[in-house]
């Protein structure tokens, strides 16, 4: 593999000191950009793309070529585990992904297989394989999945959920059932991006978008005990090189000291958190990534510049801080919004970095 020319993401992960904050985007490669909106109209399906590895390759790199960001990430969706365990994902046009098999009962969660990775997610890895050859060592490659609780909760559900009346009945009714899930799934996690950093990715990304709809007490049982299993399970260190490890869950501020113990190098904060607050809260312990309201990119890019410098601003001088948007950028958000907030951050990040 070629040698990274462009380490800023890596090293303020790691704390380590750096020129300018680096810059990416959660879903950078998206519905935002025209050319994604081409490729994936001639893969046919979402899950078509995903599976296709020269496809995926191509949309990871799509953002790369428009914007001067930090790092890649892969093309995939972090539904891929509970689907390779034979839930049969699907995509209703309109209403996000579905499972034909949700799990219900005790029976089929008892009978859910721990998935060969190998075999079953090759599909990924051997995307990860391509896009690393793809960058050729112009910035770091980003692979990920989604946490344990995250994954169960579209498992139990079988779709998106506003109310998790089904996965919150099992938590409460028969919370050693719904851990036993989430060990299988931990287990599966685990192996899915130990294998993406075998095929080749330099950082990961655990996702907890559902973490936030836990109750105080459940939160550290059901999410962050699982996330923690995870993290520990991972190969931290390839090539001489550690690997770093973030974690997000979208809503968690309220338990952000307890989240910095979970052994990651980073973890990801909401727009509902100020960076000052979040870092005078970790002490130092770990990197933050975030955090602008990805709604700020509906403004003009005026507003746009004001807004990053004030992200910046209060997360202050030092290395530690990775510049994202606190969620996913929107599929309606202009893609020179977006221009104009990767050099709002080249362009007022370097004076807290001298």
């Given at each position: 593999?070629?040698?990274?020319q462009?380490?800023?993401?890596?090293?303020?992960?790691?704390?380590?000191?750096?020129?300018?904050?680096?810059?990416w985007?959660?879903r950078?490669?998206?519905?935002?950009?025209?050319?994604?909106?081409?490729?994936?109209?001639?893969?046919?399906s979402?899950?078509?793309?995903c599976?296709?590895?020269?496809?995926?390759?191509?949309?990871t790199?799509?953002?790369?070529?428009?914007?001067?960001?930090?790092?890649?990430?892969?093309?995939?969706?972090?539904l891929?585990?509970p689907d390779?365990?034979?839930?049969?994902l699907?995509?209703?046009?309109?209403?996000?992904?579905?499972?034909?098999?949700?799990?219900?009962?005790?029976?089929?969660?008892?009978?859910?297989?721990?998935p060969?990775?190998?075999?079953?997610?090759?599909?990924?890895?051997?995307?990860v394989?391509?896009?690393?050859?793809e960058?050729?060592?112009?910035?770091?490659?980003?692979?990920?999945?989604?946490?344990p609780?995250?994954?169960a909760?579209?498992?139990?559900?079988?779709?998106?959920?506003k109310?998790?009346?089904?996965?919150?009945?099992?938590?409460?009714?028969q919370?050693?059932?719904?851990?036993?899930?989430?060990?299988?799934?931990?287990?599966?996690?685990?192996?899915?991006l130990?294998?993406?950093?075998?095929?080749?990715?330099?950082?990961?990304?655990i996702?907890d978008?559902w973490?936030?709809?836990?109750?105080?007490?459940?939160?550290?049982?059901?999410?962050l005990?699982?996330?923690?299993?995870?993290?520990?399970?991972?190969?931290?260190?390839?090539?001489?090189?550690?690997?770093?490890?973030?974690?997000?869950?979208?809503?968690?501020?309220?338990?952000?000291e307890?989240?910095a113990?979970?052994?990651?190098d980073?973890?990801?904060?909401?727009?509902?958190?100020?960076?000052?607050?979040?870092?005078?809260?970790?002490?130092?312990?770990?990197?933050?990534?975030?955090?602008?309201?990805?709604s700020?990119?509906y403004?003009?890019?005026?507003?746009?510049?004001?807004?990053?410098?004030?992200?910046?601003?209060?997360?202050?001088?030092?290395?530690?801080?990775?510049?994202?948007?606190?969620h996913?950028?929107?599929?309606?958000?202009?893609?020179?919004h977006?221009?104009?907030?990767?050099?709002a951050?080249?362009?007022?990040s370097p004076?807290y970095?001298?």
């Amino acid at each position: 593999m070629s040698q990274l020319q462009n380490d800023r993401f890596l090293r303020a992960l790691l704390r380590e000191p750096v020129d300018r904050t680096p810059v990416w985007i959660m879903r950078q490669a998206g519905r935002y950009l025209p050319e994604y909106r081409e490729v994936r109209a001639q893969a046919g399906s979402f899950m078509d793309l995903c599976r296709n590895a020269e496809l995926a390759c191509e949309v990871t790199m799509q953002p790369l070529r428009r914007f001067d960001l930090d790092a890649a990430i892969l093309f995939s969706d972090i539904l891929t585990v509970p689907d390779a365990m034979g839930l049969g994902l699907y995509f209703e046009p309109g209403e996000g992904p579905r499972f034909e098999r949700p799990l219900r009962d005790t029976a089929a969660i008892n009978a859910l297989p721990v998935p060969d990775v190998a075999t079953s997610l090759r599909y990924v890895t051997d995307a990860v394989s391509r896009i690393r050859r793809e960058l050729n060592g112009t910035v770091p490659l980003i692979g990920f999945s989604g946490s344990p609780w995250t994954l169960a909760t579209y498992m139990v559900e079988g779709a998106s959920s506003k109310d998790f009346r089904h996965i919150k009945a099992l938590a409460y009714d028969q919370p050693a059932l719904l851990e036993q899930l989430l060990d299988k799934t931990a287990r599966a996690v685990i192996d899915y991006l130990n294998a993406q950093v075998e095929a080749g990715a330099q950082a990961l990304m655990i996702f907890d978008t559902w973490g936030g709809a836990l109750a105080h007490d459940a939160y550290e049982r059901f999410s962050l005990a699982f996330a923690r299993q995870v993290i520990d399970g991972l190969v931290r260190e390839r090539d001489g090189r550690r690997i770093p490890v973030v974690f997000f869950t979208k809503g968690g501020g309220l338990w952000l000291e307890r989240i910095a113990d979970c052994g990651a190098d980073g973890l990801g904060i909401d727009w509902t958190l100020s960076l000052t607050e979040a870092r005078r809260r970790v002490g130092g312990r770990v990197a933050l990534q975030g955090n602008l309201d990805p709604s700020v990119l509906y403004a003009s890019p005026e507003v746009i510049h004001r807004e990053v410098g004030r992200v910046l601003a209060e997360f202050g001088h030092g290395s530690g801080h990775v510049f994202n948007l606190g969620h996913g950028v929107h599929p309606q958000i202009p893609p020179d919004h977006v221009a104009a907030m990767v050099e709002a951050v080249h362009a007022l990040s370097p004076r807290y970095h001298d």
